[in-house]
């Protein structure tokens, strides 16, 4: 298991609650939350992402409530956020638009952030999903407008629209991590054949119908020129985002 040692510590010390500190410096743990602690590694040993395990993941500086009805959420993810922030124009006149919204992470941390938007719809197709997603909403007493449907369906307008769809075709799910193949909803990993199958429904309906200043669209490991081609297509104009890897991460297309 890759940083199997930095995982065991994470699981001790916050089923433990612990401080980094308190962890090196040899604390001792009560039977009760020992026992917590066990169970939390048989859990984790049969490949169950730690996140699900300890039931929380930080996100753009806040933490966010997950299980298996939603993806954890991924630093690169971030990076929506900050297109978002970027795109200049009035917080108190734009719409974003956050599509299969999930935990609801990017949505929440557009609606806190200074010079986000106050106007945050997330959609979201799961309705288990939007169990968390609104708990994490409430939880941050962040007042994001959700919406269950498929993508935009239920929108008739947006200044902006993120998006991390499911972008893995359907033939190397399997093949994948247990904690991604095995644990993570199918529903918000599986792409279609090629892995575009939404993204393009999406693309089509920003071009045709809701045409936004700023589609920005998370995709995965060597897919962006493909989806770049697809807004290209589409009519609008294009560029990519890196990541802290050097990978292309996001493709941001605007009609306007």
Not at 78 to 89: F, I, M, T
């Amino acid at each position: 298991m890759e940083d199997a040692r930095f995982e065991a510590e994470y699981l001790v010390r916050t089923l433990g609650g612990l401080s980094r500190a308190d962890y090196f410096a040899g604390a001792r743990i009560d039977p009760a939350r020992a026992a917590k602690i066990d169970a939390a590694i048989a859990r984790r040993s049969e490949r169950e992402p730690a996140a699900y395990v300890t039931g929380e993941r930080e996100f753009y500086g806040l933490a966010f409530a997950v299980g298996p009805a939603v993806l954890v959420p991924r630093p690169e993810t971030e990076l929506l956020v900050e297109s978002a922030l970027a795109e200049p124009s009035r917080r108190d006149s734009r719409v974003v638009v956050d599509v299969g919204t999930g935990s609801g992470a990017v949505a929440v941390a557009v609606a806190l952030a200074p010079g986000g938007a106050s106007h945050v719809v997330a959609t979201e197709i799961s309705a288990d999903a939007l169990v968390f997603a609104r708990l994490n909403a409430r939880r941050h007493s962040s007042p994001v407008r959700f919406l269950r449907c498929n993508l935009l369906d239920a929108v008739a307008r947006a200044d902006i629209v993120l998006a991390n769809l499911p972008y893995i075709p359907s033939g190397e799910i399997d093949a994948l991590e247990p904690e991604v193949s095995r644990w993570e909803p199918r529903v918000a990993l599986d792409g279609g054949v090629d892995g575009f199958t939404l993204i393009r429904q999406l693309v089509t309906d920003c071009a045709r119908r809701v045409r936004p200043r700023l589609l920005a669209l998370e995709v995965g490991f060597g897919q962006a020129g493909a989806v770049q081609e697809l807004c290209d297509d589409a009519g609008a104009r294009t560029n990519l985002v890196k990541d802290l890897a050097g990978i292309d991460r996001i493709v941001c297309a605007r009609w306007r």
